[in-house]
């Protein structure tokens, strides 16, 4: 059995590659461009598959929560790089171009996760990812490899040397806490092209790991990750300011996402803090929740990011589905929604806890952010499931952590841009709340 060091050394051995020594960020200016965001249920999706059900993607989106709030949870125990959040279940893919010349490639586009990776040959173990063909290094003039010395070895997840005649090279190693996804292989530079809504922007020297071994039981492609953290797309493009939009009707549901300047919604003054993280999530300061305009009587800091992770705070995450409560707050949402909603009688389904027949009348719910009231549409809040409207959110059981999460399902319709120079996030339906609690995701 080869080794996933004896089999990269003698590939790079083959390679006539120049390396440059990159600083951790672009000297190029700021710009301002986007990037095509494609749902994971779409059509169009190269991961597309006609023969997973509904019921499917709604049971993946739950045990998404779950898996993904207690990772979280767990996330001040866990040795920085070690453990990457658990990504089946994912929501969005962002389109993208890499090498000389450029080939299509897609990565899930996560909040939670500052690594990006690709599958990369030569394989020791690659699957098939969709209709596109694993990144081939050797046809790629751009290609450079990260060696050991290099500032950014020490960010990717697990990271280790291994020699070839170019001198120590840097290996990575990305697990997943679902046990479903692994990548391990070598950190790499290359030039990845971005081009959506006639904007095309060349990034020359992305760092990102380039996997010769990897596993996943659904067959998800790679990450872009874009958490806060040094190695990710956004700190590596030099831009403080991104946001992404997904547009969600009965018919389909597309998104795109914006980097630099112009990209952000912070400028409306519709703006919560961004609370400082060492593991690169989007920590917010959660001080209320409201329904049919009562406050609920939650307890005193039960969003609060504590010390002792008794309360491990409120994170925005593009790839959690369904946004997860602790089951005080979730427990007295669902009682004041029944109090108002008495004259209908409360079902219950195999994923969800409460849900009815009809919520024409539903009570509006508003998550009160410092500085910023976020009112959840009927459309965000509720979801068609088995012929009823269940409410689309997640009880947080004792044993699946205690972090509370604004999920996928709840930022639909929903420009979310983030300020990072400024610490800011803002929330805002550019087009107004949905008609009604539509049903987004076909049989």
């Known amino acids: 059995m080869f080794s996933l060091t004896f089999l990269t050394i003698n590939f790079i051995n083959s390679l006539n590659l120049a390396f440059s020594y990159a600083s951790l960020s672009s000297t190029e200016p700021p710009f301002t461009f986007s990037a095509p965001l494609i749902h994971r249920s779409s059509p169009d999706s190269p991961f597309y598959n006609t023969n997973y059900t509904r019921e499917n993607h709604i049971e993946d989106g739950v045990l998404n929560a779950r898996a993904r709030g207690l990772y979280f949870s767990q996330i001040k125990n866990v040795a920085k790089g070690y453990l990457e959040a658990p990504l089946f279940g994912w929501n969005m893919l962002m389109k993208y171009n890499m090498g000389t010349p450029p080939v299509t490639s ?164 519709m703006t919560t803090p961004l609370l400082p993280s060492e593991h690169g999530v989007y920590y917010l300061d959660l001080t209320g929740i409201s329904v049919d305009g009562s406050n609920l009587d939650l307890p005193a800091g039960i969003f609060e990011k504590s010390e002792d992770g008794t309360s491990s705070g409120f994170i925005i995450d593009s790839g959690t589905t369904y946004t997860t409560l602790r089951a005080e707050a979730f427990d007295m949402m669902v009682t004041g929604i029944m109090s108002v909603m008495r004259r209908h009688v409360p079902e219950s389904t195999k994923h969800f806890e409460l849900c009815y027949k009809d919520v024409n009348d539903a009570p509006e719910v508003v998550l009160q952010f410092n500085g910023l009231d976020y009112v959840i549409c009927d459309a965000n809040l509720w979801i068609k499931h088995q012929g009823l409207y269940c409410l689309a959110i997640i009880r947080l059981k004792e044993k699946q952590g205690s972090v509370s999460i604004l999920g996928f399902h709840q930022q639909r319709n929903v420009q979310v841009g983030y300020d990072l120079e400024n610490n800011l996030l803002s929330l805002m339906y550019p087009q107004g709340c949905p008609p009604d609690a539509v049903d987004f995701l076909k049989p």
Not at 172 to 180: G, M, P
């Open 106 to 269: 897609y990565g899930i586009f996560d909040t939670g996760s500052s690594f990006t990776w690709v599958q990369c040959l030569p394989c020791i173990h690659c699957y098939k990812q969709g209709k596109y063909p694993v990144f081939n290094p050797n046809k790629s003039s751009s290609f450079q490899l990260v060696l050991c010395d290099d500032p950014h070895c020490s960010m990717a997840p697990s990271h280790s040397c291994g020699r070839s005649k170019f001198g120590d090279q840097c290996l990575y190693n990305a697990t997943y806490t679902d046990n479903l996804i692994s990548s391990k292989g070598v950190l790499a530079r290359e030039r990845i092209t971005i081009s959506a809504h006639n904007t095309t922007r060349t990034v020359p020297h992305l760092v990102f790991g380039c996997g010769h071994d990897n596993h996943d039981r659904r067959k998800s492609p790679g990450i872009v990750g874009v958490g806060n953290d040094t190695v990710s797309l956004i700190r590596q493009l030099s831009v403080s300011l991104f946001s992404h939009y997904v547009f969600a009707n009965s018919n389909h549901i597309e998104g795109v996402a914006y980097f630099g300047p112009g990209s952000n919604m912070t400028d409306t003054g």
